[in-house]
């Protein structure tokens, strides 16, 4: 009997969605014979109020497996999850936004009035007007991660996650597992460049202006080091996995430093703190990285990590 | 007694709307809305970034054209920045960008518009969807997830991520493309090209003549159109001017940097997302009758604008095309068959560019200072044209951002389409799920 799964986005983009069609031929071998989509709004037309439309609240079908993508920013949002968290066995926050917060949790550096104020009253195209209200769903206080308003069963980071996790994950729960996660890993763990222990030039970390040094057709394993290079790279900080099991760090393999789309190696790990050490350890000075509280959260903002900075008093 | 049909999620689209459909006593459409329910803030949460930074962030708009923002905000940066890239790195831009657009244009046809016209605008909803056509043809299923994938892949291989990526930089690339990989690629993007020549041709065939009814009727408007063209006319998707179209077919072109002048953004207080207008042309009015500074974005606008395509098949598309419905098309449904002969057109561009000697060449990237300055770098995307217009101040840090981006200008005309569907297919208060998927196809045309 196929396995029902059910499928949401919240404050997303869809790029996890993506990242699932990505899982390429195979997706033909699980749907529809091992997995039934009975919720998908990308690929299925099922509805929260019903087929003609007139439920009174959001419904969503009951399913063994369900996925969450997006991070919560509004009420609906909120809604959504709490739906589907009633509906499904086994809730998977798919993607960085889900598990972390994820790129538009970078919002919470902000109060929500200075974001509205932005769009609805400050752009150089709009005539100045209120911000909408009318039907659309209300901000809720913060971006938050799934987490942060239902249970969840199985994280699944990335920005996006790899398709081969997002296949292996399937498979372990049609197997009847009920668990899964990534390695405590880091992305250096994964990266095979050269390492002499040192930054290559002077303790200032170099924005990425230039490009860093390498020699075209050569393997990555023979490149020097990026952050010792002197770029930031999110590498020592961030999770392993976005090449999936095995393979170079996707940023790297196009000679760029990675900026930890995968979020903290794990739940507790506070990436600013630990950056600081890694680039000591390498003789590097973090006052040189300017934007550093949104660099170094900058696919974690959820979970508190990311508020408004109080405003200096006026003189 | 009136009526509200709330339609939610709209379905086999690329983002979260409701549509609301108000009926009468008498069980006829009153009003329909299009509500976009969700605002992310990027104008805001990017102020205070640093300018080489936001290739990146932004790219995060959109999980299915990410690269169409990426490289219109790696533009914006060489303005801020005031450098000038190699030609190599504007190449591998453009060959990016192509092979970025096939397998999306793949997707929204098989995948998301194909459902209603395969398995039917009024087929059950079980089965209106991939796996229904799955299930009734195999064989064609297996070969379109088989070429989707495949063509994402591409730049998986490549440049490590086909999904947010990170090799567009202020300056150029970071990455050059290697002899053998260019040969691998040319060998795929003509496969790609053979795939695209099939799905027109089974299109035109199979699928619109059997339309032509909902074609000539559904969701039809008439509106201006907004595209990029070269300076001679030509259908470009990376550099241009912006050539923005009255329904009665004269036209503006104009520089990325004059775009304020053109367009303005009109909001309704019951959506989150804005709908620009051509300011010059009036006061905002989405009166389906006497609409007024309303116009639209993606392929069909943008072969509407275009006075050729770049390559043979593709030109040869259009004038068929044109033969057939004139220039400008308005039928909303066109926008499956434009959708096409741009497939096309990216193949085609593909090969040309993977046919550049200069495509290997190794200088990819011109060394950026930073300094203060303000720039306005667009792209079309498939959804349309994005405008990115950064100021940074001279620590290289982002003062003020303004998007104007792809779907966005679609909004006012989706929301007069879907009135116009709900109008033509409800009536007396007859309706069942086929009929309101009706309304909703008419949306899809518009891949939102």
């Known amino acids: ?315 | 007694m009136s009526t509200l049909i709330n339609i939610q999620p709209v379905t086999r689209i690329e983002g979260h709307a409701r549509v609301a459909i108000h009926l009468d006593q008498d069980g006829n459409v009153a009003d329909a809305k299009f509500h976009v329910m969700a605002l992310r803030g990027f104008e805001k949460f990017t102020e205070g970034r640093l300018v080489e930074d936001m290739p990146r962030i932004v790219a995060r708009i959109c999980g299915i054209c990410p690269w169409n923002h990426h490289l219109a905000s790696a533009k914006a940066t060489d303005k801020v920045f005031g450098v000038e890239i190699p030609p190599t790195a504007e190449k591998l831009r453009r060959l990016a960008q192509h092979l970025a657009w096939i397998p999306d244009k793949l997707l929204h046809f098989y995948f998301l518009a194909a459902p209603d016209l395969l398995m039917g605008l009024n087929s059950d909803p079980s089965v209106r969807n991939i796996v229904g056509i799955a299930v009734q043809n195999p064989d064609l299923a297996k070969k379109v997830v088989h070429m989707r994938h495949k063509g994402a892949h591409l730049l998986e291989k490549w440049l490590g991520k086909v999904i947010h990526p990170m090799a567009a930089v202020p300056g150029g690339f970071s990455k050059p493309l290697l002899e053998d990989q260019r040969v691998e690629f040319l060998g795929e993007t003509r496969e790609q090209l053979e795939f695209a020549k099939f799905t027109i041709k089974f299109a035109k065939e199979n699928v619109f003549p059997k339309y032509m009814d909902e074609i000539k009727t559904l969701g039809v408007i008439k509106t201006g159109f907004i595209g990029t063209v070269r300076s001679d006319g030509t259908h470009d998707i990376y550099d241009g001017n912006i050539r923005l179209m009255k329904p009665d077919g004269a036209y503006d072109d104009f520089s990325y940097d004059e775009y304020t002048d053109y367009l303005g953004e009109h909001v309704e207080p019951w959506s989150y997302a804005k709908m620009p207008y051509a300011k010059k042309w009036g006061a905002f009015s989405m009166d389906l009758d006497h609409p007024v500074g309303i116009y639209r974005s993606n392929a069909l606008s943008r072969i509407n604008v275009c006075d050729r395509m770049p390559g043979p098949e593709a030109q040869m598309e259009l004038e068929e095309f044109r033969k057939s419905f004139g220039r400008p098309a308005q039928y909303t449904l066109l926008y499956h068959w434009a959708r096409l002969i741009e497939l096309v057109n990216n193949c085609e561009e593909a090969i040309r560019l993977l046919e550049d000697p200069e495509i290997t060449g190794r200088e990819i990237r011109t060394p950026v200072k930073v300094k203060a300055g303000r720039g306005v770098g667009c792209v079309e995307a498939p959804r349309g044209t994005l405008i990115h217009d950064y100021t940074g101040d001279d620590k290289g840090l982002i003062t003020n951002v303004n998007l104007i981006v792809g779907t966005t200008h679609n909004q006012a005309p989706i929301n007069m389409s879907i009135k116009q569907a709900a109008k033509l297919v409800i009536q007396n208060g007859k309706y069942d799920q086929g009929t309101l998927n009706h309304i909703e196809a008419a949306i899809r045309a518009y891949d939102p």
């Not at chain 1, 200075?114 to 909408?132: A, C, G, L, M, Q």
């Not at chain 1, 980071?157 to 996790?165: I, Q």
Request: hydrophobic share 35%; with cysteine.
């Open chain 1, 1 to 315: 009997m196929a396995v029902g799964v059910s499928s949401e986005w919240l404050n997303a983009c869809s790029g996890c969605e993506i990242s699932i069609l990505n899982i390429g031929d195979a997706l033909l071998d699980l749907i529809p014979s091992k997995l039934t989509l009975v919720h998908i709004p990308a690929l299925v037309d099922s509805k929260y109020y019903g087929p003609l439309g007139d439920g009174s609240h959001v419904t969503l079908p009951e399913a063994t497996v369900g996925f969450l993508s997006g991070a919560v920013r509004n009420q609906e949002h909120k809604e959504v999850a709490e739906e589907m968290r009633k509906k499904v066995k086994i809730l998977v926050a798919l993607g960085t936004c889900a598990t972390n917060g994820g790129i538009p949790a970078q919002a919470n550096m902000w109060p929500n009035q200075d974001i509205f104020d932005k769009v609805y009253k400050n752009s150089v195209t709009t005539e100045p007007v209120e911000t909408p209200q009318d039907t659309v769903p209300s901000y809720t206080d913060r971006v938050m991660a799934v987490d942060e308003v239902v249970n969840v069963d199985i994280y699944m980071p990335g920005c996006p996650p790899h398709p081969d996790l997002i296949a292996e994950a399937v498979l372990a729960l049609l197997d009847g597992k009920t668990e899964w996660k990534l390695d405590e890993r880091s992305v250096c763990d994964t990266c095979p460049v050269v390492r002499e222990k040192k930054a290559a030039g002077g303790a200032d970390i170099k924005r990425m202006l230039q490009n860093v040094t390498y020699t075209p057709g050569e393997p990555v394993s023979q490149m020097r080091c990026i952050m010792e290079q002197g770029a930031l790279c999110m590498g020592a900080v961030t999770k392993a996995g976005c090449a999936g099991k095995t393979g170079i760090p996707r940023c790297i393999q196009a000679y760029m430093p990675c900026e930890g789309c995968f979020g903290p190696i794990r739940k507790t790990a506070n990436p600013l703190i630990d950056m600081v050490s890694a680039l000591s350890s390498i003789g590097q000075n973090i006052n040189s990285l300017l934007d550093r509280r949104a660099v170094l959260n900058r696919f974690c903002g959820a979970h508190g990590k990311l508020r408004p900075l109080p405003t200096p008093p006026k003189r």
